[in-house]
């Protein structure tokens, strides 16, 4: 906190504003945060998958499938927590699994029952393919979702270096996809979007499938991020989440935290040059400077406020 450049330094400074700052948000103590959104992360299926060889494919990156998922929520402004399979899938609506090659008996049941109960599950390629000893599950691809995705799976295609392919969507609009293909058969399930070219063609590339009370979505391939991030958001807007910050720029993170009494809206402008407008209907008083704001706080460059609202 005190740099060789002492405490005339920027870095000093910013220390010692940030010490001031966390005095004044004394009454955010004990608040909680509450997510409809879940990330499903799984320390045993990162190994899994980036740990052993002789997959279709050696150079999968489980924390950057993970951030994949997760960049479009953050950047629209969901409140999402990580949860481990083992975890209470209770509190949530969405259940969002990426890339679980390995997960054992006791996860699967977890993510089956979390749909069952009227879950939406989004469920990225090459998952539920083997048991947490890393042995391939009985009765074809994908063993432990097949029943949740409603299709089995024939084979796995990973992609060609520098190979695209077309996905057309049911409304005949289409996306460009690459890294992974998968060989889907539907049983249950039907196609949200397929492949429009290629040995694939007319095969389904995203399937969708109700489960119980539940809905299942399976992504059978590396869609590009804007109709990924498309996609994604659609079913979390199905499943009944919204976020309270629907106009706001991805640069502005925004969360809320909450007690008995009031809720607190951090927001944070990320961007070093550009103004950034937050409405608030209601208003409130930001805790940082004191004082009372309106409907609409703007945030100047790098700027942050914390606004206490009654409810």
Known sequence: MLPHSGSGSRTFREVADLGRETGLLSPVAGTTARAEIAVLFDWNGWWGLEEVAGLPRNDFSYTDTVMRHYRPLWEHH??????????DLAPYKVLIVPNAYLIDDRGVEAVTEFARSGGTVVVSFFSGVVDECNRVRPDGYP???RHLIGARIDEYWPA???ERFTVRFAGGHTATADWWREDIHLETGTAL???????????????????????VVYFSTLLEEAAFGAVLLGQVEEAGVRSRFGDVPAHVECSVREDTGHEYFFLLN????????????GGGRDLLTGTPVGEEVTLPPLG????????
């Open 270 to 281: 990320h961007d070093a040059e550009r103004t950034a407008a937050v409405r608030l209907p």
């Open 143 to 145: 063993g432990a979702f």
């Open 304 to 311: 942050a406020a914390v606004v206490q609202r009654e409810l």
């Open 78 to 87: 969901h409140a999402v927590d990580v949860v481990s399979p083992h975890g």
């Open 160 to 162: 060609r270096p520098e």
């Open 193 to 215: 979007a397929t492949y429009a070219d290629g040995l694939l063609e007319g095969r389904a590339a995203i399937v969708v499938n109700d489960y119980g009370s539940g809905r």
